[in-house]
C-alpha cells in the first residue's frame, strides 16, 4: 500500500527549504512513524511513503491534513504550506529501498487530481476502509490518468460532520464541496428509485421509472429540476439528503422505491426538505403493470402540488405524453440510457443498440427516437473518426426529425438534431431548433448545452456562456461535463479572453486526459498568451496520447464546416501558428 504527497508552498519563497524541513521534522515524519509507514524517498516536493495497512495509511493521512490545518491557523497566504495526498492499494515492485510499478504510480497521479489539503484515495482503498473507518468518503467517478490503461474510480476522505452545538455554525470539514447556492424558484433533485425485488436485472426498470418523473416534473417552468446524469451518481450510496441538497442546491429532493413481482408493482415515494430533513409527502402505490405510467404521472403531480402553490394548466397539459406501447421497449430504452451516461465508446455502442432493440419494438418511440439521435451524434462528434461523419450525422438527424414527428414537444429531439445541424455547418437551423428546445424543456442541460454550442460555434460566443454554465448547474456532476467544458473554453478563446480559455481547457486536460478537443483549444489559447514552449509541451504530450493523427494541418482547419465564420477559424489558425504547431 503505497501513499503519494506533494507540498505546495506559498508566493512567499523565502525560508522554503527551512519551512519545509520544519514541516517534516514537527509534523510529517512523526505522524508516519506513529501510523507505522515508512518514507520510500523524496523528490523536491513530493514524498512516497509506504505502509503495511491501508488502515493506518489512510488514518496518517487525515491526521496529517488535519494537523495542517491547525498548523497554519492564521498564516497568511505567502508563508501556507497546503499538502495534496493521494494513497491507493496494488501491487509494487521493490529494487532495494525503492518501489515503483503501477501501485506507485497510480498513487501519484492520485495526488494529482486532489485539492490542496484534500486525502484522495483509489476504488481499492475505498473498498478495504469504507466500514472500518468513521471517514466521509465523497465518490468523484472515473478519472483516465496519464499511462494507466483502465480509468481510476477516486473517493475524496475526510471526516465526517458532526452536528455543532445549539447557535454555534458548523465548521467547513476537510475535502467538503463548496455548497451550490439556492435557486430563485423551487428546486429539486429526484434520485434513483432504490430496487427492492431482489433481482439486479429489476435495476433498469427502477431506474426507468425515477428518470422518467424527472422527464415529467422538468416540463415545468416554476421549478429547477437536477438532471438524472448527476442525481443518478448518488445510486448505491448512503448519503443523507442533507448533503445532497447542499451539493446540488436544491431546496427538495424525492427518492422512493419500486418492488416489482409478476403483473404487480409497488411503488413509494416521499418528498423531503433538504435543509430541515422534514417530509412535506409520501404514498404508497399498489398497482397492476400495465398502469405503471398512470403511478408516475400521479407521483408528478402530487410532488408539484407540494412544491408550487399553484399548477397552471398549460404546465400540467405540457408534462402529458404518450407512453411506449411497451414495456420492453421501455426498459430497452432506460438500459440504453444507462450505458449512454457512462461516457465511453464501448458503452455508447451499448446504447446505440438498446435504443435500437426500444425501436424495433415501438418505432413510435419518440423518447427512444431522440435517444437514437443523441448517441449517434456522440458517436460522430466523440467516439469515432471524423470520416465517418458523413454516414453517422444524417441517420442522426434522420432519427431527431422522427421523434419531433412523433412529439414535436421533445425537446431531446430538437436538441439532438440543433447539434446534428452544427456539426454540418447548417448554422441557421441549428440555433433555431437549440433555442425550441430550451423553450420546451428550461431544465433541461443538454438544451442548455446545444443552445451554448450553436452560439460558440455560430458566431457569437459571448452569448453561449450564460447557457453552457446553466447547463453545468442543472447537471453539477454530468458525465458530459468535457463537453460542456471543451465549449466554453472554446467560446473564451474565440472572445478573446484567453487566460480563462487557459484556466478551463487545463481544467479540463487535468480531469478528463483522454478529451482530446480540449488540447486543441490549450494549444491556440497558450500560443495567443506567449507560452509557445508550455503550448509545444501540451502538443508533445496529445501527440504521445492521441498519435499522429492529433497534428494540425492547414488544409483540413480551413474547411470544417461547423464554425459558422471563417475568421473563427482563422483565428484558431493564427494561435496554431503563434505557438509553433500549425503544419501546411
Known sequence: MVSHARCEVGSGRGGTLER??????????????????????????????????????VRCAVAVQQAMLERDAGATADSRIELRIGINLGDVIVEGDDLYGDGVNIAARIEALADAGGVFVSNTVHDHVRDRLP?????????????????????????????????????????????????????????PFVNMSGDPEQEFFADG?????????????????????????????????????????????????????????????????????????????DRDLAEIFAVQDEITTSVSTAILPALERSERERAARKPPESLDAWECYHRGLWHF??????????????????????????????AMSVALTAQAAIFRPQTERPILLPRSVEHAQRAIALDPSNALGHSSLANALTLLGRHEEATA???????????SPSAHFVQGHTRAFGGRPREAIIPLMTAMRLSPFDPFTPTFLNTLARAYYWMGDYPAAVATARRLCRSYPNYQNTYRTLIAALGQTGQAGEAQRVMAEALQRFGEGFRFHMGPLRASPMEDRAEDREHLLDGYRKAGVLEN
Open 20 to 57: 519545509l524541513k520544519a514541516l517534516r521534522r514537527e509534523l510529517l515524519d512523526p505522524k508516519i512513524g506513529e501510523h507505522k509507514g515508512r518514507i520510500v524517498k523524496t523528490t523536491g516536493d513530493g514524498m512516497l511513503v509506504e505502509f503495511a495497512s491501508v488502515v493506518d495509511a
Open 135 to 191: 471517514f466521509a468518503f465523497e465518490d468523484l467517478g472515473e478519472h483516465q490518468v496519464k499511462n494507466i490503461a483502465r480509468p481510476v474510480r477516486v473517493y475524496r476522505v475526510g471526516p465526517r460532520p458532526s452536528r455543532p452545538p445549539a447557535g454555534e455554525t458548523p465548521a467547513v470539514q476537510l475535502g467538503a464541496p463548496p455548497a451550490l447556492p439556492l435557486p430563485d424558484k423551487p428546486s429539486i433533485a429526484v434520485l
Open 209 to 285: 421509472i425515477a428518470e422518467d418523473i424527472i422527464t415529467l416534473l422538468s416540463k415545468s417552468r416554476g421549478l429547477l429540476v437536477i438532471a438524472r446524469n448527476s442525481t443518478f451518481t448518488y445510486k448505491g450510496r448512503a448519503i443523507e439528503v442533507k448533503a445532497i441538497g447542499r451539493e446540488l442546491g436544491v431546496r427538495y429532493v424525492l427518492e422512493g422505491s419500486v418492488r416489482k413481482a409478476g403483473n404487480r408493482v409497488r411503488v413509494t415515494a416521499q418528498l423531503i426538505e433538504a435543509r430541515a430533513g422534514g417530509h412535506l409527502w409520501a404514498e404508497r402505490y
Open 341 to 370: 451516461s457512462k461516457f465511453e465508446a464501448g458503452e455508447n455502442a451499448l446504447a446505440l443498440r438498446f435504443f435500437g432493440q426500444a425501436l424495433e419494438l415501438d418505432p413510435g418511440f419518440a423518447a427512444a427516437q431522440a
Open 433 to 443: 431548433e437549440a433555442d425550441l428546445a430550451v423553450s420546451l424543456d428550461p431544465n
